[in-house]
Structure formats: C-alpha cells, structure tokens
C-alpha cells in the first residue's frame, strides 16, 4: 500500500470465469470461478464501499476494456 494521500494503482484482469486482482502491480488473488450456475458474464460494474467510520474514497483513470 502507499503512504497516505498517495494513490494506489488497483487493477482487476477479468476474462470470462479467470479474474486476477493485483495491487500496485503485486498479484492479490487470483480465481476461477467454476460456479456457472452463480456467475453471469453480462452486468453493470459497482465499485463498493464497505460501512463503518466515516471515511473518503476516491477513484479516478477507471477503464472497462
């Protein structure tokens, strides 16, 4: 992670079932969902906050590819 007020560059690979998630270019996690009756292909992208203390998230240079 980077030194407070410094961003952090979150990088999410998804093709298909095969997603990878890294982390200032350190692969995170990495899945193959074998699920298919749980999984949809097709849908809207929501970035997620979870709740707790108040805090500030920022985003910014998101691209969907």
């Known amino acids: 992670m980077q030194p407070q007020g410094e961003w952090n560059d979150y990088r999410i690979t998804a093709k298909g079932q095969h997603i990878i998630r890294q982390i200032n270019g350190v692969t995170c996690a990495e ?35």
């Open 31 to 65: 899945l193959i969902d074998r699920e298919s009756e749980h999984f949809d292909l097709k849908g809207i992208l929501g970035l997620q906050l979870r709740s707790g203390d108040p805090m500030k998230v920022q985003f910014k240079n998101i691209f969907l590819m």
